[in-house]
């Protein structure tokens, strides 16, 4: 597929890809300049928009009211609160704005306003918009009157409609507004508002709290009656147990201990009496009256006794030594210290069967503790689920006790918050009559107008530039083409009716755009075409060009007027000049300039020693034209002109002719084109003028390779005069001072 020939930009430009087309400075500029009309209309446009609204906009007045969330005037009653507490969730300040734009509470504002009976909300005094959407709506409606409440509900959604809340940035204040046609109506409504908001907030407040207290006190009732029966289950649990409780827990937990504590004293006391009961019987075996024996008692009569068996026995020792042992007196102190003696042992013995009833006793003690121990620890064993199952009732009776003691508490700081409500909100500012209107804003409005026209504009003009598929400048030609484009026609037609009809009265006879340029010699018309010309002269210094081919991409895009023209210019300067119609399908160029003729093209190429008698020569310009005479259209129309015979009948014509230019068909629609390219030197393209979509010349283009190498340049063709001042505007006001376009 044809590619566009490469953009190069300099480096002092600045650009961007915009949509796969380069968006320049320049080529901004180009576009305004192009289509500043549709700008200025559009800015026009808007402008009288906003001056009609103005005209007719009922001037508002807007009210404003502030509210204040502050949590501190409700912790006078709560004792417990901290200094957190007093800070607010940012939804509920939201959630208030929502409140605010309620329906109940705008609904309790209409109803004590009696704002149903004011001519701007019952509809009394409407406007004619409002009359026509009215007549509109009741085609739609049954014709039964409103109700009351529908009335009202329809007074509800117009104050809402004006009616705006909204938080001051990041603060517990919230700003209400409403904006009406009066500024004292305004002002009463909105402190109306803002009173009923503070008025609902405390009903709201004592109904919430009255309701809680109601549900306190039944909650306490219950609660108290389980906290009782709590407390009997307790009682009775115990009762049918024999559990006993003190201030140091159950009887029975205590009686153990103290059981215990005593089975540990007498365990030690039989220990005691045991030991004293086995050193007694220790000592009974020994001589009574030896020191051990006594200190080991260290019982008074024993110590007694032995003091006088030893002063005895010294006696006995000295009578026996002095008396000898026989001695009667040595016998009688012998007697009296056996007596002695014996007498210890007596008292030995007596002691050790004190000791026995002692450890006897004490066994005795021993044994009884532990039994009663033991029946305890049995009597524990079987009391142990009782105890679990008191545990259980003990700690519900608790837990109901807490509970009741709770909600009555809390019923308490209910009853006196019912009598003492606060609210969280406050008015720290009321509503004050507005002495300047809030809408419309005039000076907003026409800044707003002129810069929404301005978008506008820009938007259309460039949207008309960049979707449309059209050409209109050799910038986009060349882009699109990758050729020079030649030069920019106008458009010579009569631009109506009625001026084709005057300029027919004015020369007895319509226009003849096939001559145009004989007519209006110094136009822009001619002088393109003579810059074409020229570009073709500027071409033979390297190559041989005399066929030259005037060809376009679609019919009726001026392209036989062009060749008319073109072939006329050139034999006006003198040189030898042959014009030839080759469009076999509809012979455009032979209608206009030879009407009459009989023979022609078809004719010549059967016989090409007749090409004298089927040219037609003007005697004006002395340029010779070869019509294309046939009975009905031909079927095979390509396969002749580009046939061997029209080869042969062009190398004859060169020899006669310096230039040699021809009228085909369109690319499109037929083929004959392609079929003729490899005959001719050189091809002008024509593109009508905003009109020829790059789709259409891309397919046109891409279609022959040998039709893109013969190509030499391009021309628009019927460009719009009064556009192309505005787009060549860059070039001056003088640039068409040298174009003569009338003769």
């Known amino acids: 597929m044809y590619q566009p020939r490469e953009q190069f930009q300099s480096g002092h430009r600045f650009a961007i890809e915009f949509g796969g087309a380069v968006l320049s400075f320049e080529r901004v500029t180009d576009v305004l300049r192009r289509q500043w009309p549709v700008i200025a209309t559009c ?67 209409v109803r004590r306003l009696h704002l149903t009976e004011d001519p701007d909300f019952n509809g009394s005094n409407p406007g004619a918009l409002a009359v026509v959407l009215g007549k509109i709506m009741s085609l739609f409606e049954s014709g039964e009157p409103p109700s009351q409440d529908r009335i009202e509900h329809a007074v509800v959604e117009a104050i809402q409609k004006n009616l705006r809340v909204e938080r001051v940035l990041q603060t517990y204040v919230l700003s209400l507004s409403y904006k009406a046609r009066s500024p004292d109506k305004a002002v009463k409504i909105a402190n109306a508002i803002a009173d009923a908001y503070i008025v609902g907030a405390l009903e709201a407040k004592y109904q919430s709290t009255k309701r809680a207290t109601e549900w306190l ?127 210890i042992a007596d ?48 700690s519900a009776a608790d837990t109901y006790r807490n509970l009741y003691n709770n909600f009555l508490e809390k019923l308490q700081s209910a009853t006196q918050n019912q009598s003492f409500p606060l609210s969280e909100a406050r008015l720290i500012s009321t509503a004050t009559k507005p002495d300047r209107k809030s809408s419309p804003r005039t000076v907003l409005a026409l800044i707003g107008g002129l810069v929404g026209g301005l978008c506008l504009g820009f938007g259309c003009a460039f949207a008309r530039e960049f979707l449309s598929d059209v050409l209109r400048t050799p910038g986009e030609v060349e882009e699109e083409l990758g050729v020079k484009c030649l030069g920019v026609l106008p458009d010579v037609r009569p631009p109506s009716k009625a001026s084709a009809l005057l300029s027919k009265s004015a020369t007895g006879s319509a226009p003849d755009l096939s001559r145009y340029v004989v007519d209006h010699p110094f136009s822009r018309f001619a002088e393109t075409l003579r810059n074409i010309k020229v570009s073709i002269d500027v071409a033979r210094l390297t190559r041989e060009i005399k066929v030259i081919g005037i060809v376009s991409s679609l019919p009726k895009e001026g392209k036989t007027t062009v060749a008319a023209n073109f072939a006329q210019l050139i034999a006006l300067t003198g040189h030898p000049t042959l014009l030839i119609d080759g469009d076999l399908h509809t012979r455009s160029l032979t209608r206009e300039l030879a009407p009459n003729a009989k023979t022609g093209l078809v004719e010549t190429l059967n016989d090409p020693a007749s090409l004298g008698y089927h040219v037609q020569r003007s005697k004006e310009t002395g340029l010779d034209f070869l019509p294309s005479v046939v009975a009905s259209r031909l079927v095979n129309s390509a396969d002749v002109i580009g046939s061997k015979a029209m080869a042969e009948l062009l190398k004859s014509l060169r020899e006669h002719y310096e230039y040699i230019v021809i009228d ?30 790059r789709s259409a010349l891309q397919e046109s283009i891409s279609g022959s390779e040998v039709l893109q190498k013969k190509l030499l340049g391009a021309v628009l063709n019927r460009a719009n005069p009064k556009m192309l001042k505005r787009i060549e505007a860059y070039k001056g006001k003088h640039h068409n001072s040298y174009y003569v376009e009338h003769a």
């Open 43 to 109: 800015v026009a446009a808007a402008l009288t928009l906003v001056l009609v609204y103005l005209a007719t906009a009922q001037p508002m007045y807007t009210a404003n009211a502030r509210i204040m969330m502050d949590t501190r005037q409700t912790q006078v009653l709560d004792k417990d609160s901290g200094t957190n507490s007093a800070l607010i969730d940012t939804g509920f300040v939201d959630s208030q704005v929502e409140v605010i734009n309620s329906d109940d509470l705008i609904l309790s504002v």
């Open 217 to 343: 006190q039944q909650r306490s009732v219950e609660l108290s009656e389980q906290a009782t029966a709590s407390d009997q289950a307790v009682q009775s649990f115990k009762a049918e147990h024999n559990i006993v409780g003190t201030s140091r827990g159950l009887m029975s937990e205590q009686q153990l201990s103290d059981l215990n504590t005593q089975l540990v004293q007498a365990r030690a006391g039989t220990a005691e009496a045991k030991a004293r009961l086995d050193r007694i019987n220790a000592i009974s075996d020994q001589d009574v009256a030896q020191t051990t024996v006594t200190d080991a008692l260290n019982n008074p009569v024993i110590t007694r006794l032995r003091a006088q068996y030893l002063d005895l026995q010294a006696q006995y020792s000295d009578w026996s030594r002095r008396y000898g042992a026989t001695h009667q007196a040595t016998i009688n102190l012998a007697n009296k210290m056996e007596e002695l003696r014996k007498n």
């Open 347 to 394: 008292e030995i013995h007596r002691i050790a069967d004190a000791y026995r009833s002692d450890y006897e006793i004490a066994k005795s003690r021993e044994a009884s503790l532990d039994k009663n121990v033991k029946d305890l620890v049995a009597q524990a064993g079987h009391t142990g689920q009782a105890e679990v199952k008191l545990r259980d009732l003990e």
């Open 664 to 693: 085909l068909a369109p690319v499109m629609p037929v083929a004959d084109s392609k079929a003729f390219s490899p005959l001719i030197d050189a091809m002008v393209y024509v593109i009508e003028w905003g009109q020829t979509t």
